[in-house]
């Protein structure tokens, strides 16, 4: 098994200061599931990847990376990835989950932040890429 993605889960659930009861019923499994997956000795169902990470607030990539980190939710790590991207598609995600947790009354300050920042990163790269740049410019 690969002993990356398990200790990966491990990690992610720690730092979350999650139980295994808590994941398990998160996903609808039992605690022990949770156990044999951060064990190495089986692996989550593929269907159950995205839950896992937008628990944990990781992209599913981030299991299988030697060095991530867990966010406070995916909707901060979805931004830190088009930070680092600066892709369309990496915002309209980013985007529609900080979306989503405004409509849940769980947007928090740093989530507040963190949404305002990638819509100025958008912001600079489309003057940037625009032809009367200097139109922006004060």
């Known amino acids: ?13 720690t730092q979350k200061n999650m139980t295994q009861e808590e994941v398990a019923e998160s996903l609808h499994v039992n605690a022990q599931t949770v156990s044999r997956w951060e064990c190495g000795t089986t692996l989550p169902d593929v269907t159950v990847l995205p839950e896992l990470a937008k628990l944990y607030g990781v992209t599913i990539d981030d299991f299988f990376r030697k060095t991530s980190t867990a966010y406070e939710n995916y909707a901060q790590r979805l931004a830190y990835v088009y930070e680092q991207t600066r892709n369309t598609e990496d915002f309209l995600q980013a985007d529609l989950e900080f979306r989503k947790l405004q409509k849940a009354g769980t947007y928090s300050d740093s ?6 920042n ?3 990163l958008k912001v600079v790269r489309h003057r940037d890429k625009s032809p009367e740049r200097g139109y922006f410019r004060p």
């Open 118 to 120: 990638i819509h100025h």
């Open 1 to 13: 098994m690969n002993t990356v993605f398990s200790n990966n889960l491990k990690k992610f659930r």
């Open 111 to 116: 989530d507040r932040l963190l949404h305002a």
